[in-house]
């Protein structure tokens, strides 16, 4: 089965620093990439995907980058602020019928004013 | 606009004693998750309903059960919660599986005495 590696498991920066979490998987059938950021005491929300079709996608301060051949994706984060704090999770899913998310561990992100 | 509800969003429990957490959605998504995540870990999927279908985790504890009487509301029944039970409990939904977002609550933070 998948098997979703991240690192950090814990990032500090400066605000206005970039950072960069990356994750890799295992199962070459993955083709679904998505992050979500979790706020203490809330659920999860998704902030960017991409698919397997594509090698990287932006929304304006956050972009994703995924390389299929080695099988590693990262999430990159410019100019962060304090509101970018936060627990980050990647997972990675093969598009199909029944297929589930298969989470990374995690990555605490701290900006420090 | 809230999409997905959980309710209670806070839940004490005595050790032994049967306890069901609620989720509604508004998002008339076709899958319906239940997640239990234990402090500083990722989300851990339990189980799934595409639509009456049911579908549970092979690691899934016979202790944990859900119920889904309509595409609107699911419920986890835990029916002897341990002290291991302990967690946050989240909901979440998607229009489908595999490379469909999957849009969370806000949790059910389970303690058990």
């Known amino acids: 089965g998948e098997n979703v590696e991240q690192h950090p498991s814990t990032l500090s920066v400066q605000e206005g620093d970039s950072a960069v979490i990356k994750c890799t998987y295992s199962d070459s059938a993955s083709n679904y990439f998505p992050w979500y950021k979790q706020e203490l005491g809330k659920g999860p929300q998704l902030i960017i995907d991409i698919r397997s079709n594509v090698g990287e996608k932006k929304d304006q301060r956050i972009a994703v980058t995924l390389n299929k051949t080695a099988k590693h994706f990262s999430l990159h984060i410019t100019e962060t602020q304090p509101e970018d704090s936060a627990v980050y999770f990647c997972?990675?899913?093969?598009?199909?019928?029944?297929?589930?998310?298969?989470f990374g561990p995690g990555t605490r992100l701290s900006v420090l004013p | 606009d809230a999409m997905v509800i959980q309710n209670p969003r806070y839940q004490v429990t005595q050790f032994g004693k049967p306890v069901t957490l609620s989720c509604s959605q508004t998002?008339?998504?076709?899958?319906m998750y239940w997640y239990q995540q234990k402090s500083s870990q990722a989300p851990k999927l339990l189980f799934h309903y595409y639509d009456k279908d049911f579908n549970n985790e092979a690691d899934t504890p016979d202790n944990f059960q859900s119920r889904r009487p309509n595409t609107s509301f699911c419920f986890l029944d835990i029916r002897s919660p341990g002290l291991g039970d302990a967690a946050m409990y989240l909901c979440?939904?998607?229009?489908?599986?595999?490379?469909?977002?999957?849009?969370f609550g806000p949790g059910t933070r389970l303690t058990v005495t």
């Open positions: 997972a990675a899913s093969e598009n199909n019928y029944g297929q589930n998310f298969v």
């Open positions: 979440a939904t998607s229009a489908g599986t595999g490379g469909y977002e999957q849009y």
């Open positions: 998002l008339n998504h076709n899958v």
